[in-house]
């Protein structure tokens, strides 16, 4: 059988979710307030005069004198994934205070990030007239962010690039806000889409320059911030407008700036590495437990199946459980899994597949199928040996199918190897077709490792960098941050080198975020805590030239 792996923006796209923004959500839905307006604006508030409008020449943003301007500070994200159980959410998370404070600790810009569903009612626009009218007392730019676009819910479902009708709504959108905004220069400009993650890139920048075309119908005005798609060795692609700022998002080293973090998959994210120092950044498939036994008969009724002694190889760190079939087998499934090793029982996580997966309610969590050929796996609830569910592997055949728990670098299903170990899986199989074969058995992993220091964090920008230059446009990272659970002082020394980085390089950025439920997170402020190290740090980054508008 061949090698078989999950690799990086696989992950990313599946779970990034959330992560990428979603946080821990509190137990009890808050009571529905009226959001037709915020609580601390009343109509006929005072604002400055609109500002000139921010125009791209070459790698720079230039207001209408010419002079440049850097798009610095924060993401505010209006705890975008609680609005559907709370209306009120998005009211809840700043008021014109927060913005006057990041009008003192130097912010020249803030991304605001929306919700498509804020604009079923009158809070989509409510929300902006209120952070327009706060921002230009204060002298901050806005980027208005679409940050879940119709029909998800949250980021990364996907379900846009399959439904034409979503598509259309999705720009009608962006239609109707630019039409609405196109004379308020304190905008900076739009972020067409947070996070964009298609089947194939070219759906993307298909839809990209739709929007920027349906934009540019109603307003002419604005910068438009174009992100690269979430695929593996993708870049960018040019638009053909020439007020374009493109954007991507940077939270390497993932280990440390999302340790702890527990929505990003079924498992918490390791939070052993530090910064600077060696984090871990893959676990790649070394090799399978040849020597487990084997079932090639077919079994009238579930049956209890023991792997036998499982010897693994001496140069392995990890090893993660699996059932696994191959040839003509039918239909098989497996359930109520157990390991030993040395003899002493381990922790399986979801061993009777009861659990449904944080990130997809129709997977299991913590099991990811994998297949050579076409066999198929499926989180069955046709029969179980307990409870409702079993997993299914379906298929003819040469090939093979597996599920397994290794995923990324999420390690804690898998199972530390040291040398001299002995495992052994155990569990119920029920295979009424099979005359292929059917095991119980692990799979091997070794674990990637990189040095992460300054000279790192700045390698990994280098190749949207060097597109910039190449292509003379100016660059904005959207998101980065990390993780308050990151161990010592990881978070604060990562933090200051990447905006170092960053600024060394004439990037336009924004932490995320500006506020958090709760400890651990990545916000600026947990509630109404305030994370004061990082907040010195991110001053020290917008010290320099008043850049504000």
């Not at 327009?132 to 990364?156: F, K, N, R, S, T």
């Amino acid at each position: 059988m061949k090698p078989y792996s999950f690799s990086l923006f696989t992950f990313v796209i599946i779970f990034l979710s959330a992560f990428f923004g979603t946080q821990t959500l509190p137990a009890l839905a808050a009571p529905i307030l009226d959001t037709s307006l915020p609580p601390t604006l009343t109509p006929g508030s005072s604002v400055f005069d609109a500002l000139a409008f921010l125009h791209v020449q070459g790698q720079e943003i230039l207001d209408a004198s010419g002079q440049v301007v850097y798009l610095r500070g924060v993401n505010m994200d209006t705890y975008y994934y609680s609005h559907r159980w709370n209306p009120a959410a998005p009211w809840e998370y700043a008021s014109q205070e927060d913005i006057q404070y990041l009008e003192r600790l130097g912010v020249t810009a803030i991304r605001l990030g929306l919700h498509w569903r804020y604009f079923d009612s009158a809070l989509g626009y409510n929300l902006i007239d209120a952070y327009l009218d706060w921002c230009e007392q204060a002298g901050i730019y806005v980027i208005l962010d679409m940050h879940v676009v119709p029909p998800e819910e949250d980021i990364l479902e996907s379900r846009i690039w399959n439904d034409p009708s979503a598509q259309e709504k999705f720009l009608d959108l962006w239609v109707d806000i630019a039409g609405r905004y196109a004379n308020r220069a304190i905008i900076a400009g739009y972020d067409l889409y947070n996070e964009p993650a298609p089947p194939d890139a070219a759906q993307w920048w298909r839809l990209a320059k739709r929007a920027v075309a349906a934009i540019r119908g109603v307003d002419a005005n604005h910068l438009l911030f174009v992100e690269t798609p979430l695929i593996e060795n993708v870049t960018f692609e040019l638009i053909p407008d020439p007020n374009v700022v493109y954007s991507f998002h940077d939270y390497s080293p993932f280990a440390v700036t999302h340790a702890g973090a527990s929505w990003v998959g079924d498992s918490l994210v390791p939070d052993d590495y530090s910064y600077p120092g060696t984090a871990l950044v893959d676990v790649e498939w070394v090799e399978w437990a040849s020597d487990a036994a084997e079932l090639t008969a077919q079994t009238e009724d579930w049956s209890y199946w023991d792997s036998g002694d499982l010897t693994p190889p001496s140069d392995v760190e990890f090893a993660a459980l699996v059932p696994l079939a191959w040839g003509d087998v039918g239909e098989v499934w497996f359930d109520d899994l157990e390991l030993l090793r040395n003899g002493a029982p381990q922790k399986v996580f979801n061993p009777g597949m009861e659990e449904a997966s944080v990130g997809d309610e129709s997977r299991p969590a913590n099991w990811y199928f994998w297949s050579d050929s076409g066999f198929s796996g499926e989180w069955s609830s046709d029969t179980a040996f307990s409870g409702s569910y079993s997993l299914k592997i379906s298929g003819q055949g040469d090939g093979f199918g597996v599920w397994g728990q290794n995923n990324w670098i999420l390690t804690a299903p898998l199972f530390p190897v040291q040398v001299g170990d002995i495992f052994r899986v155990r569990g119920w199989i029920y295979a009424p077709q099979n005359k292929g074969g059917v095991s119980l058995g692990l799979d091997y992993l070794d674990v990637v490792y990189e040095e992460y220091d300054r000279a790192h964090l700045l390698a990994d920008m280098q190749p949207y960098i060097d597109w910039a230059i190449a292509n003379d446009v100016p660059l904005f990272v959207g998101e980065f941050g990390a993780m308050s659970a990151a161990p010592g002082d990881s978070r604060y020394n990562l933090a200051a080198d990447k905006i170092s980085v960053m600024n060394e390089a004439g990037l336009h950025w924004a932490l995320w975020t500006y506020r958090d439920w709760s400890a651990p997170g990545l916000g600026l402020y947990h509630q109404d805590d305030l994370d004061e190290r990082l907040a010195s740090i991110l001053r020290i980054g917008l010290e320099g030239e008043d850049q504000r508008p």
